[in-house]
């Protein structure tokens, strides 16, 4: 299975690899404001615009794996809470009288 994963990211990465390098023409880029850079390369603006894509996208996870992470660790006390409670206790602290007490003689 991990070989097919690999297979598979490797060909898109070839797909993705060859569409940039045909499209290396020159664009115009228009920002707000009238503010135009002429000729940049398309394969600039695309990398560009895929970079940013990616950071919005991973910035949109980090609240809720933030919250997952939380949520494990209250969940591992509570685990470990109860865990405490339950646990019979242990026969090195208990004194021998506790368990059989001492006959009188």
């Avoid at 990398?47 to 992470?69: D, E, K, N, Q």
């Avoid at 405490?84 to 506790?98: M, R, S």
Wanted: charged fraction near 15%; glycine fraction near 4%; aromatic fraction near 8%.
């Amino acid at each position: 299975m991990r070989y097919l994963v690999w297979a598979l990211r490797l060909l898109v990465f070839i797909v993705v690899l060859l569409f940039a390098l045909k499209n290396t023409g020159p664009v115009a880029v228009n920002f707000y404001g009238d503010h135009v850079v002429h000729d940049v390369p398309l394969i600039v603006v695309m990398l560009t615009v895929f970079v940013v894509g990616t950071l919005f996208g991973l910035l949109l996870t980090v609240p809720g794996a933030l919250r997952r992470r939380r949520e494990a660790a209250r969940l591992r006390r509570e685990i470990e809470r109860l865990q405490a409670a339950v646990a019979p206790p242990n026969p090195a602290t208990v004194a021998p009288e506790t368990i059989a007490p001492l006959s009188p003689l």
